[in-house]
């Protein structure tokens, strides 16, 4: 354990509530997919300008979406949801926080003491599932003490599209505050060159464990996956960054970090009007936590039914 880790595990036993055992909300979700064990955890929250939730619409459209909703007009939290599931013996990672890449973010980076905390050893994952390279999805794995409790023969599955999009990302389509897309770029391509050896790149399709496949929709990034999980009739499924808390009043409202909004959203209606159909579970990555929620339809856009809390 490096001095830093010892550090903090002190100053946790020191304030109560703070992340670690201790921590007043434990910041965890854990549901059953059949067979599947899913843990949903929080990384903490993101506070970003909210101009960054609609970029194709007048501010006065979006101040009023967000009056609405009884929600300040300058600041949106987002949520930052990961999920670790267990499947025939693997243990999968799904995304991975933030980490500290990014230092306007002190309430997010959570994953390893939330890890830690409900009782998940780095140690025992034995594939991470990256549904696509931004920093808030992949910084959690370049945080100090990070890789070197990870097992050598980890498995990272990443889309080919996704790694082959870094090596030169278009940023033309984002509407993001700077210096974010200088920080997006040189996380992902940090990601790529730490852990080359454990990539395990993937066209369109790709199953992980039982039931558990990661999907290729592309859109929000050229590479952006989502994971589908099936078992014993249950499913869920993980979006990613293809549903924001907006995308359901307005699955057609363009997203700041979206490297190709017009795909976008189209794959963000034909997977909501998909899963409405389906009725099965979604989670999505900034959704409010747990995030574990249905989708209806409701007239040209759709609804989030969150799921009752079932403990
Ligand atoms: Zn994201």
New binding site residues.
């Given amino acids: 354990m490096s001095p830093d880790n010892t550090n903090m595990s002190l100053d946790i036993t020191s304030h109560p509530g703070r992340p670690g055992p201790d921590e007043l909300v434990p910041s965890r979700y854990a549901l059953r997919i059949g067979e599947i064990d899913v843990l949903v955890v929080s990384d903490g929250v993101l506070p970003l300008p909210t101009a960054t939730l609609a970029t194709n619409v007048d501010t006065a459209v979006l101040t009023a979406w967000l009056d609405d909703l009884l929600l300040p007009p300058d600041v949106f939290e ?1 949520a ?1 949801n990961v999920v670790v599931v267990r499947s025939g013996g693997r243990t999968i990672l799904i995304d991975a926080g933030i980490g500290a890449e990014y230092p306007d973010f002190p309430r997010a980076g959570q994953l390893a003491q939330r890890l830690d905390a409900a009782g998940i050893d780095l140690a025992s994952v034995t594939d991470v599932v990256a549904t ?1 390279l ?1 920093m ?2 992949v910084g959690g794995l370049l945080a100090d003490g990070v890789k070197n409790r990870l097992r050598p023969d980890l498995r990272v599955h990443v889309a080919a599209a996704e790694v082959k999009f870094w090596a030169s990302p278009d940023f033309s389509h984002t509407s993001m505050p700077s210096p974010m897309p200088d920080v997006l770029r040189s996380v992902a391509q940090r990601f790529l060159n730490e852990y080359h050896s454990m990539l395990r790149p993937f066209e369109e399709e790709y199953e992980v464990a039982p039931g558990v496949v990661v999907c290729r929709t592309g859109g ?1 990034t050229p590479g952006h996956s989502v994971v589908r999980l099936a078992s014993g009739g249950d499913r869920l499924t993980f979006a ?2 293809a549903v924001f808390p907006v995308g359901f009043d307005h699955p057609d409202w363009h997203n700041g ?1 979206e490297h190709d909004p017009e795909e976008a959203a189209r794959v963000r209606v034909r997977l909501l009007r998909e899963l409405a159909a389906t009725g099965e579970l979604m989670v999505a ?2 959704l409010s936590f747990p995030s574990v929620g249905r989708v209806a339809v409701a007239g040209d856009v759709f609804r989030w039914i969150p799921a009752f809390w079932d403990y």
Avoid: E
């Fill in positions: 987002w930052l696509h931004h808030d999805h929000h990613g960054d970090f990555t900034h």
